[in-house]
């Protein structure tokens, strides 16, 4: 699924309309407001949106919108994936060690990937809810970055 | 001597015969029955695209070599040669290309009781994806 989207982190979110045609692309959104101190995202502005276009009350975004709103993959992120299946593959044949530079090569390839530098903690011994996740998340955002970027704060951005 | 490589593509791993785990090589015709492309005089073809290619450099005794196809297609290629696998990732051109169309691209995942569901099931109903992780 991240490979085919383009996911780089969760929650990932999109609208697929009934011709099977992408009517909202990867956003960010959450279903309920139990992470909200957390996040700082509040469910509910999705929830409506999302709400009002199930009943045809509201607009999704036109094609043109939804393709300047996308981030489609990079070249680095596409062969961070590839380290993240080969590493994959031999930790799931108990070659945890071996994995570990593939897992770190694929961190270095692509840092906003969350999906991999978090999905993999666990298989490789750390706490994806812990500290060792938090260690990541403040390195990344004290380098400026941001960790849940939705589509309405890209944009307004 | 010959090794056998696993190579890890498009969600499925096959071995391959190779002489040279350094510089792995697939035969020309694994290169349509796995890869789905063909060698022809253009370059290497699927359908009616066809994609330039040092043949020279690409065409070796034992077979085709495997980076200068990965470059060629611009798919990454990443191997482990101690345990003789690869992973042949997509490349950033066709999956790019596949989302920008709008066409949601289409899998099939099991549910809870393993009964297997595709997104094309849905066709004609607006569809919410979520990606989520209990980690």
């Not at chain 2, 450099?57 to 690869?86: F, K, N, Y």
């Amino acid at each position: 699924m991240p490979d085919l989207y383009g996911m780089i982190n969760v929650p990932t979110i999109l609208w697929i309309d009934e011709e099977g045609r992408i009517a909202r692309p990867n956003d960010v959104a959450f279903g309920s407001n139990d992470f909200k101190e957390m996040t700082g995202i509040d469910s509910e502005a999705h929830l409506e949106r999302l709400r009002a276009w199930v009943r045809g009350e509201g607009p999704a975004m036109t094609p043109e919108e939804v393709r300047a709103a996308q981030s489609l993959p990079t070249e680095a992120e596409q062969e961070a994936r590839a380290e993240f299946t080969l590493a994959w593959w031999l930790s799931q044949r108990g070659h945890g060690d071996d994995a570990e530079p593939h897992y770190v090569r694929a961190g270095e390839l692509a840092p906003h990937d969350f999906t991999i530098r978090r999905g993999t903690m666990l298989i490789r011994g750390l706490d994806p809810m812990g500290e060792d996740f938090m260690q990541i998340v403040n390195e990344w955002t004290e380098a400026g970055n941001t960790f849940y970027r939705p589509l309405e704060a890209a944009s307004s951005s | 001597m010959s090794a056998t490589l696993t190579l890890l593509h498009d969600g499925r791993a096959d071995e391959i015969p190779v002489v040279n785990l350094s510089r792995p090589t697939i035969a020309e015709g694994a290169l349509e029955s796995m890869l789905g492309w063909e060698l022809q005089p253009e370059g290497l073809c699927r359908g009616t695209m066809c994609v330039p290619v040092d043949q020279e450099a690409l065409v070796r005794e034992d077979g085709l070599d495997l980076r200068i196809l990965a470059d060629a297609l611009q798919r990454p290629l990443v191997t482990d040669e101690g345990h003789a696998v690869a992973a042949l990732g997509a490349s950033h051109h066709d999956r790019g290309d596949v989302l920008a169309s709008l066409e949601a691209p289409d899998f099939t995942l099991p549910d809870l009781e393993g009964n297997l569901h595709s997104l094309s099931d849905h066709r004609g109903k607006k569809v919410l994806l979520v990606a989520y992780a209990s980690w």
